[in-house]
């Protein structure tokens, strides 16, 4: 079944849809984006999801071209002319189309919006979870203000694609103080004791929506949270590591700069709460 994607208004063939080449996402990265999971064909936890859309969008002064509740139809719509059943959903928005000026476009000027959904491979997933995955660290070399969820994302992709040239999966950003930011894609975690840390959801990174829920999760396992920067140096000593993301859930690492974290296997913390996460998550 060939794909559909949802573009400004119409459902369309997904090898045809197109954006207007003026387009302030294509031409400035003018634009924010959010990616939710869908599991049995069911939206996980979208209330957060369009919250921190909502968010994004003011920091950037950008309208949401459509009410929310229209943007659930066209978010169920897309999943279900996809007949996707486990995966994701993609969602972008951007300033709109107006001739080329770094300055804001006239406000009569409307936001464009796209939404795609395909499938994912959980089965897959889940053996790679059982593995573990490799993760390297790279120098942060974003701007300051990660934690709008915005399009431009280059050093994001360089920093993926370093580490898959060193065959790992996952590149952790670490800052000009020797501390971990956030994965190229993910959030990162350690495992110290019975203490799971993670870096403060502040502007040094973006507030994930998975990473929210397993705040959750790890009250209920007992375990105590203590949301601090942490270096390199205390991840390859921590017991555990994982990174956390919509379309990975929980996922551990075994291996940072190509040495093993722990006994070099997926630990019971991280396995536990990939486990368990469903059980905090919203579905609607």
């Known amino acids: 079944m060939s794909r559909v994607a949802y573009v400004n208004g119409r459902y369309l063939p997904h090898g045809g849809a197109m954006v207007h080449i003026e387009d ?17 064909g069911r939206l996980v936890d979208e209330r957060r999801h369009v ?49 080329r000026d770094h300055a804001f476009p006239s406000s009569d000027v409307v936001p464009a919006i796209v939404v795609t959904a395909r499938s994912l491979d959980i089965a897959g997933n889940e053996r790679t979870a059982e593995e573990g995955i490799a993760a390297i660290t790279v120098p942060e070399n974003r701007w300051d203000r ?26 952790w950003f670490v800052d000009r103080d020797g501390f971990v930011t956030e994965g190229s894609s993910t959030n990162a ?14 502007r040094g990174i973006l507030r994930g929506i ?3 829920v397993l705040v959750d999760a790890i009250a209920a396992e007992g375990l105590t949270l203590d949301e601090r920067p942490f270096t390199v140096a205390e991840a390859l000593a921590a017991l555990e590591a994982f990174s956390t993301a919509a379309s990975l859930l929980v996922m551990p690492i075994v291996r940072i700069d190509d040495q093993p974290i722990g006994n070099g296997a997926p630990g019971l913390v991280a396995s536990a709460l990939r486990r368990h996460f469903h059980r905090f998550a919203e579905f609607s």
């Open 189 to 202: 975690w350690i495992v110290v004791g019975n203490t799971v840390v993670t870096r403060p959801a502040d």
């Open 210 to 212: 998975t990473r929210t």
């Open 51 to 99: 919250a921190r859309l909502e968010r994004s969008l003011t920091e950037l002064r950008i309208r949401l071209p459509m009410s929310i509740a229209a943007l659930g139809v066209v978010l169920r719509e897309t999943i279900a002319r996809n007949r996707v059943r486990d995966g994701i959903v993609y969602l972008q928005v951007t300033r709109g189309v107006a001739r």
């Open 24 to 40: 302030r996402g294509y031409q400035f990265s003018d634009g924010v984006y959010e990616v939710c999971e869908v599991r049995g």
């Open 146 to 171: 990660v934690d709008i969820k915005a399009v431009a994302l280059l050093p994001n992709v360089l920093a993926k694609q370093a580490a898959r040239e060193r065959g790992a999966k996952e590149a």
